[in-house]
């Protein structure tokens, strides 16, 4: 780092040795004074400590010079040093020259001549501060710029990270799910097999055994085709289009409840549902997981109550699904779109903790926001929204 500096221009020998040596009598002494007699030698000395790395702190002229005047010499040095602070002595009133050096030099100050030794020292420590204020600020913002585009080097690297992460976690689902299936196939077949071709030779004991087995078969299936399904839906890339969403809850419904005929579930939508835009086939599954999970949660019920309601706001459309199902401690709600996340044990309900975080993928990829709200005993509120379809905003 390069030596603090001072330089005192004045073309009268007495005047500018007397100002070198008031300055180093009460200044730090690692304030180097340094002193011109003209613009030229000012110059040379400023050129050459730029070029040894040194830093000028002030800069005092007179203004009235030979050759080149106070006010124009600051003004030319201000393009070489334009962080230096710059005071112009004057033995007059020279309101031009003044006025040129604010505008052109950025002048902090000018002092009459004879000057008072005291308003001259408070001066130049005012713009010793002055300048020491404006390095450190100008230091500070230095590492905080350095600290923001090294936490940016490494967010990238993380976000690098956590994709290539992400994508061997999807394929390697992808893969094991399939592989899972074959091994499965045949456990399944075998014991179909045994429960059919050798039933009687079987006691009731080991065809309950079997028939477990057919049973954690088909659990097992179901587990890797919704595993299947987060890793598609994981890389799947919405195929946007206008999206009828009355119809498409009122029919998902209908698929849902049609072997349910035993249930009493009262499903309502409290007005038609506008238009959205997004992808027909995933918003599909996005419904079916959120009405499957309400009519199996309300299957305690003598009276199951579904019931779907939106609202409008700016360009996108909020939807909002009550059921009056078991409910749950909203304490753990934080987790419940991640994977494997089940509020309830499988004896209680059956399940793999995967539908609801398949639904935040989904409508994570539609540029919408998913959350919940639940109480135990009273029910469950799903709440989704998505970009509105044509026509559609806040004024609607």
């Known amino acids: 780092m390069g030596r603090d500096k001072i330089l005192c221009v004045d073309d009268e020998e007495m005047i500018v040795d007397a100002l070198k040596m008031e300055l180093m009598n009460n200044l730090p002494e690692n304030i180097t004074i340094e002193t011109a007699r003209n613009a030229e030698e000012a110059f040379l000395i400023v050129e050459d400590s730029i070029s040894q790395g040194d830093n000028f702190i002030l800069i005092i002229s ?25 005071i112009l002595l004057t033995g007059y009133t020279d309101i031009d020259g003044i006025q040129y050096a604010i505008n052109n030099a950025g002048l902090f100050r000018y002092i009459q001549k004879p000057w008072s030794r005291e308003d001259l020292l408070l001066t130049v420590r005012q713009a010793i501060d002055k300048y020491n204020t404006k390095r ?22 993380r976000t690098a990270q956590l994709s ?4 061997e976690l999807e394929a390697f689902t992808y893969t094991v799910s399939h592989d899972l299936k074959s091994p499965l196939r045949s456990i399944d077949y075998y014991s179909k097999y045994i429960l059919e071709d050798y039933s009687n030779e079987l006691d009731n004991e080991v065809k309950n055994m079997v028939s477990n087995i057919r049973s954690i078969c088909g659990n097992m299936f179901e587990l890797i085709d919704n595993l299947l399904l987060y890793s ?37 939508i ?43 706001e700016e360009n996108k459309v909020c939807f909002s699904i009550n059921d009056n199902g078991v409910g749950f401690d909203m304490k753990h709600a934080s987790k419940l779109f991640g994977i494997f996340q089940r509020m309830h044990t499988q004896s209680e309900f059956e399940g793999f903790g995967i539908g609801l975080a398949t639904v ?15 109480e135990e005993g009273i029910g469950t509120t799903i709440m989704f929204s998505l970009p509105a379809g044509p026509g559609k905003d806040a004024n609607v």
């Open 164 to 167: 290539d992460a992400i994508k």
């Open 62 to 86: 007179d203004q009235r010079m030979p050759g080149i005047p106070g006010d124009v010499l600051l003004a030319e040095l201000n393009k070489l040093v334009p962080d230096a602070l710059k």
């Open 270 to 312: 409290e007005e038609k549902l506008p238009e959205v835009t997004g992808d027909v086939v995933l918003l599909k599954q996005v419904i079916s997981n959120i009405l499957s999970n309400a009519v199996k949660f309300t299957r305690n019920k003598d009276q199951a109550k579904i019931n779907v309601k939106h609202s409008i």
């Open 136 to 157: 450190e600020l100008n230091e500070k913002t230095r590492q905080i710029i350095k600290m923001n585009e090294e936490l940016e080097k490494k967010v990238k690297e």
């Open 232 to 268: 598609m839906t994981a890389k799947a890339q919405p195929e946007l289009t206008t999206v009828d969403m009355d119809a498409l809850f009122r029919n998902t419904f209908g698929e849902i409840a049609k072997p349910l005929k035993e249930r009493d579930i009262i499903f309502t």
């Open 360 to 374: 935040k993928k989904i409508i994570d990829k539609h540029g919408g926001e998913v959350s919940i709200k639940s």
